[in-house]
């Protein structure tokens, strides 16, 4: 019972660990940066799925229509206006542009919404399914993975059919040689930018229905999804996925085997091996680590 | 002449100067977790002190609170005390909020011989070293497990698990907790460290599930009780009793989420149903001034605040405050309160905790019998 419980816990959570760290994977792979604003964009959309259900009683699965639109344009505006303006400068600039975009976005959240923890109850929000032996389901998880298959099926729709999805992904495999077929590559940083923004907006929404929501909530997913982009290969989007699922079940495993204070460990142990074994990551190409 | 002007000028300055000094309001220090992940308790700590200054100056007494703001490290606290008493040059310091801010602070507190006046840190060995300027208002880690477990052993539960939060205060608490539950007759059948703010605990609750305890005994801050509780009912964990120690458990939001809060038993510094001198009058005017219930840690900081202030009125120096507090006794909204030494304890307020059980949606105090008005309901069943 007890593996079982663990094993669909690790997936679910995984799920939603892989959605924040894709939407990082793909500004890495399209711009080259790392966007340590990550977790406060998270945190942004955590926000904004409470107030619009608390406010517009609009469930925060839903909710997700409103979010994901409103949070690409924001994304979109932060590139063209600051991230753009350091593309071209060391990656020191690079870190710390984002390192203070995220602290003024986390205390702009604590002077608006003070750091009382927010928790986004609903009718469903401790429901789950009874499977035999005992196992049971958490349905805001379970709904939370289902619309994270979703939304990957769409990113990976998008990236490989679409003709701003190919440019994309042309940009990130050589940005140069897309600039001389033409490809606006300042256009496609904004749109990765965009997409990071609204996937982790929509992993935050998600994980507000069964997390806390305050303004430094995203900092610990931000480790977490660093530590998935570099497992599942920097700048690749199905290593990000498949890097957030072996992280979930590690931590599940880990809390049900050994103890849940052990977790972090065993996690950095299973990191620091595959780094050693294969130091591109998981799906990551041979030299670009 | 001018060199004459000059000194009778200085001379006469001095003299304005030196009443001052003497009859002047009187300066404290006042650290706490205003920023970092504790700033949410921080808040409470806060709007107590805000309070208890306010009601002092509406009674004439002027007092003057450096407020120091130690983002929950003990690093931030020790030099937030060593700021206030070298560079502010308070009289006494009241704070920090953390159990490890606090003993950090408390190690230093007889090299500079200032007063220092801890108002809710629970860890033991705050006042265990026989510090002479460290005093506690607040009751030790040792007796929240002490009276969770009494209120509990007349239903005699035979076996229990512990899931605690890696900090201080966690660890402390479920030490004394272990010692206690042996005491008692009870077996351990788990015992589970978590590292705070963790989004999912289901694969650890659900090995508790598996050996289903008589007894859960938490440890938890603010809101990752909600989602150990939370959790707890996906899974299905139901033992007999939830025993919730530490702030988590405690809070008006906590009660707010009845559907997984409901009967869980929990130990507290303070609650307004006791009869405290003035304890119902401060939780009203609390709610009406910031919109919310005051927690424990508002009420224990508003009488910190007061018995330092109040002590140091008629104190000319550090010493003398240390002297005052030592010898003092007073009665407020915290029930009485004398530093005394006792069981290795040393200026140590032995208070009475109580223990509370969220029935209907309300905290109501089930222990000890001379506060209590509800019977505690047993075996936990939802």
Redesign the interface.
């Known amino acids: ?2 593996f079982f ?2 094993l669909i ?2 997936i679910l ?1 995984g799920g ?1 660990y892989a959605l924040a760290a894709m939407g990082m994977s793909l500004v890495f792979g399209v711009m080259n940066i790392s966007n340590f604003a990550h977790g406060e964009l998270m945190m942004l959309g955590m926000y904004m799925a409470y107030y619009l259900f608390t406010l517009l009683n609009i469930d925060p699965f839903l909710s997700l229509l409103i979010i994901m639109p409103l949070t690409f344009v924001f994304g979109y505006v932060i590139e063209k206006t600051m991230i753009d303006r350091v593309m071209d400068h060391p990656s020191e600039n690079q870190i710390l542009l984002t390192v203070g975009f995220g602290l003024i976005m986390s205390n702009s959240a ?1 002077l608006a919404f ?4 927010k ?1 986004l ?1 609903t009718s469903y ?4 399914i ?1 499977l035999p032996g ?1 196992i ?1 389901v ?1 349905i805001p998880m379970l709904l939370s993975f289902l619309v994270t298959c979703i939304l990957t099926a769409a990113l990976y729709l998008f990236l490989a059919k679409s003709r701003t999805g190919m440019a994309l992904r042309a940009t990130s495999q050589n940005r140069e040689a897309a600039q001389l077929m033409g490809i606006n590559v300042s256009r496609m940083s904004a749109i990765a930018f965009g997409t990071g923004t609204l996937l982790a907006a929509s992993a935050g929404a998600m ?1 507000a229905q ?3 929501i ?1 303004p ?1 909530a995203g900092h ?1 997913f931000l480790l977490k999804s660093f530590t998935i982009c570099v497992l599942g290969g920097l700048g690749s989007v199905i290593g990000a996925g498949i890097g957030g699922i072996i992280i ?1 079940l590690a ?3 880990s ?2 085997y050994l ?3 052990w ?2 460990v065993l996690v950095f142990i299973l990191f620091l091996a595959i780094l050693l074994l294969r130091p591109q990551g998981l799906f990551g190409k041979k030299g670009e680590q | 002449m001018k060199y004459m002007f000059f000194v009778i000028t200085a001379a006469f300055m001095l003299l304005l100067a030196l009443p001052v000094q003497g009859t002047g309001p009187v300066k404290i220090g006042f650290i706490n977790s205003i920023t970092g992940k504790e700033a949410q308790i921080g808040e409470n700590l806060t709007n107590g002190a805000a309070m208890a200054v306010d009601d002092l100056k509406s009674k004439g007494i002027q007092i003057v609170m450096v407020q120091e703001d130690d983002g929950g490290d003990p690093k931030n606290a020790l030099a937030a005390y060593e700021k206030l008493v070298t560079r502010d040059r308070v009289i006494g310091v009241v704070g920090p909020y953390t159990s490890a801010s606090a003993n950090v602070v408390a190690s230093r507190a007889d090299q500079y011989q200032v007063p220092l006046l801890v108002p809710a840190a629970a860890k033991e060995e705050i006042t265990m070293k026989g510090y002479k300027n460290v005093f506690r208002l607040n009751a030790p880690a040792d007796v929240y497990s002490k009276v969770l477990l009494n209120t509990i052993a007349p239903y005699r539960p035979k076996t229990i698990a512990y899931v605690y939060a890696a900090t201080d205060f966690g660890v402390s608490t479920v030490k004394t907790a272990q010692l206690n539950a042996a005491a008692m007759g009870l077996k351990e059948v788990a015992s589970e460290k978590y590292q705070q703010g963790q989004p999912d605990y289901r694969a650890t609750l659900a090995k508790i599930k598996a050996i289903q305890p008589d007894l859960v005994f938490l440890v938890s801050y603010d809101a990752d009780a909600i989602l150990l509780m939370r959790q707890a009912k996906e899974i299905g964990l139901t033992p007999n009793a939830f025993l919730g120690a530490g702030a988590g458990y405690t809070t008006a939001q906590f009660a707010s989420q009845q559907d997984i809060s409901s009967l869980v038993i929990s130990a507290t510094q303070w609650t307004d149903d006791v009869n405290w001198p003035g304890a119902a009058d401060f939780a009203v005017r609390y709610k009406a001034r910031f919109g919310k219930q005051p927690t424990y840690h508002a009420a224990c900081t508003y009488e910190a605040v007061r018995i330092m202030a109040l002590s140091a009125l008629n104190s000319k120096s550090p010493q003398a405050l240390c002297a005052t507090l030592k010898a003092g006794s007073w009665n407020g909204i915290m029930g009485p309160v004398r530093f005394i030494n006792y069981s290795g304890y040393t200026n140590q307020n032995n208070h009475p905790m109580l223990v509370q059980q969220l029935q209907s949606g309300k905290y109501e105090t089930v222990y000890p019998s001379q506060f209590s008005r509800k019977k505690l309901v047993y075996p936990y069943n939802r």
């Open positions: 019972m007890l419980q663990s816990s690790g959570i939603v604590l003070t750091s009382d923890p928790i109850t929000s401790s429901s789950s009874a005992g049971s958490s994980i069964t997390y806390y305050d430094f610990i979930g931590e599940a495993m809390s049900a103890s849940s204070d977790k972090d």
